[in-house]
């Protein structure tokens, strides 16, 4: 009986990876199912994706539970930050190369991804990627290497993509806005929904936008803010739209008092630190930021930063870390060099992409970089 005891705390005090490649040799070493998902949940995400294979328990723990999922997720943005870049040659139409990297060199991936796609969105480690040209998308996994092309729209519309997620009801939606959206009826398709397997027509933007132009796009807390222009008597004047991506309706954001609706042109949305956000890097830093009463339902802005500024008239800005660092990518597009300034601090930092892109393709080339700053690890199945 004592054996007995010693055995158990034995296997107990085994490291995960051990404890699991127990499991897997001896068949007869049967664990409780919620101490095995504790245990998965401690393993690197690219064993769990080995690991899918040995069960369909196992399959559906790593790439179907929720809660699961979450907790990938979540452990994987409490690591070390890593950000992934896209790297694209116009002159090659169907590949991206997507490099993740990281300040630990053994987090630092690169690989080719051959979707054909013009604009990419990103949320929770997932990737939209939409063609407008041929009308049609994918989302990608880097984590499982899957990829799930979007059905076939019904229409031959160009327009817009944009990609969110809803924490509460925990869902992936795509939202597509026609170029003509007082025409025809906006889209949204929901990823892993097996009752809504085609796109969905749903109210249309048209009251609140009747000429529309996108600019600027982020996505915050389940809601997906875009930046439009609008045609008013010969002049364009700009405005920022909300799509709630849980109602799947579109709301009006005021914009900041001092800020005019013509000046809103030479600013970029972002999400600071939670919060929207709009920044200015025209020989000047400006950011303001937008708080929200959810009781009274009422919106302020405030300035947080404003500093004269040389030298960045050819950096264009591309997104926010966790952090605060605000990332840019350098005009012209061939040094892959990319930038990541500190408002608070009033410090630099650079990350040099050259030696991830393949120097048989030309590093000299006019690439486009885009970079998704905080990627995160997500085993959830795409199909």
Request: aromatic fraction near 12%; charged fraction near 25%.
């Amino acid at each position: 009986m004592k054996r007995g005891r010693e055995e158990k705390n034995h296997e107990t005090s085994l490291s995960p990876s051990r404890l699991c490649h127990r499991i897997i040799s001896n068949r007869n070493f049967n664990i409780p199912l919620d101490l095995t998902v504790e245990i998965l949940k401690k393993l690197p995400a690219k064993s769990l994706v080995r690991f899918k294979c040995v069960s369909k328990c196992w399959s559906s723990i790593i790439s179907s539970r929720k809660d699961f999922i979450e907790s990938i997720v979540t452990r994987s943005l409490t690591q070390p930050p890593r950000d992934a870049h896209l790297i694209k040659d116009p002159d090659n139409g169907t590949e991206c190369l997507l490099v993740i990297s990281s300040p630990c060199p053994q987090l630092t991936h690169k690989e080719s991804v051959s979707i054909l796609s013009t604009a990419h969105e990103y949320a929770r480690g997932l990737f939209l990627c939409w063609s407008n040209e041929h009308h049609e998308g994918a989302i990608y996994n880097p984590t499982t290497r899957q990829s799930f092309n979007l059905p076939k729209m019904k229409h031959s519309h160009t327009g817009v993509c944009f990609f969110g997620y809803e924490p509460l009801e925990d869902q992936y939606k795509v939202l597509f806005i026609p170029d003509q959206a007082h025409e025809q009826a906006c889209q949204v398709f929901t990823l892993g929904d097996p009752k809504a397997k085609q796109w969905r027509s749903i109210q249309n933007i048209e009251p609140l936008f009747p000429s529309l132009r996108f600019c600027s796009t982020v996505f915050i807390n389940g809601a997906i803010y875009f930046l439009v222009s609008i045609k008013v008597n010969n002049t364009t004047e700009y405005k920022i739209a909300r799509f709630d991506v849980r109602d799947e309706k579109f709301y009006h954001v005021d914009d900041p008092k001092t800020v005019t609706l013509m000046d809103l042109c030479w600013y970029d949305l972002i999400n600071y630190q939670g919060k929207l956000g709009i920044i200015c890097c025209k020989q000047r830093m400006e950011i303001w930021i937008m708080e929200e009463d959810a009781e009274k339902k009422t919106q302020r802005w405030s300035k947080i930063f404003y500093y004269e500024m040389e030298g960045f008239d050819n950096w264009l800005v591309s997104d926010v870390t966790r952090a605060g660092e605000i990332v840019f990518f350098n005009e012209p597009r061939d040094t892959l060099r990319i930038c990541y300034y500190d408002p608070k601090r009033n410090s630099v930092r650079y990350v040099d992409l050259k030696d991830s892109y393949p120097k048989e393709r030309g590093c000299d080339k006019a690439l486009l970089v885009r970079t998704f700053p905080d990627y995160a690890e997500n085993t959830m199945c795409l199909y």
